[in-house]
């Protein structure tokens, strides 16, 4: 929420990640949603409902549910099983072209867009790998050394 703010007021610049990250980012679902598959493939998905204090006095005084039930399409069960964390969205976009007989292009908009409101209603999470595990290590030149205080150095 906070984040949100400062990059609305462009206190905070938002990360650059390019379209190679984004494709080899491995979407995450979120642990506190539950979910079960019906026979006609649907997934019904169970968000709880936040624990704040006014969200739990207004289900009160309205009488609303502590939980929302959420179904989703076929091809959004298919790709809400896809994100276990081992798929990278490449793969997934891969799999969605091949399963429903789509274009490259097709597929890949459609799923940066369900994966987009996945996203902003916190349903997944997005591990973006690090390059720099694979870079070969430079060793990091060391501070230097300075008195109790910075400013009162001898030299």
Not at 10 to 15: G, N, T, Y
Not at 74 to 94: A, E, L, N, R
Not at 127 to 142: F, G, K, L, S, Y
């Amino acid at each position: 929420m906070l984040n949100r703010l400062l990059y609305t007021l462009k206190l905070k610049k938002r990360p650059d990640v390019d379209r190679t990250q984004v494709m080899k980012s491995f979407p995450v679902r979120n642990q506190l949603i539950t979910w079960e598959i019906d026979d006609k493939g649907e997934a019904s998905l169970v968000v709880p409902q936040k624990d704040k204090l006014w969200i739990r006095l207004a289900s009160k005084f309205f009488m609303l549910p502590n939980k929302r039930v959420i179904v989703l399409d076929s091809i959004g069960s298919y790709v809400w099983q896809k994100c276990d964390g081992k798929h990278t969205i490449s793969q997934i976009v891969k799999a969605v072209q091949n399963q429903y007989q789509l274009t490259r292009k097709e597929a890949e908009t459609s799923l940066f867009t369900f994966m987009q409101q996945l996203g902003k209603r916190n349903f997944i999470g997005f591990a973006i790998p690090d390059n720099r595990q694979n870079a070969p290590a430079t060793p990091e030149p060391e501070p230097e050394k300075q008195g109790i205080f910075g400013f009162l150095q001898k030299r």
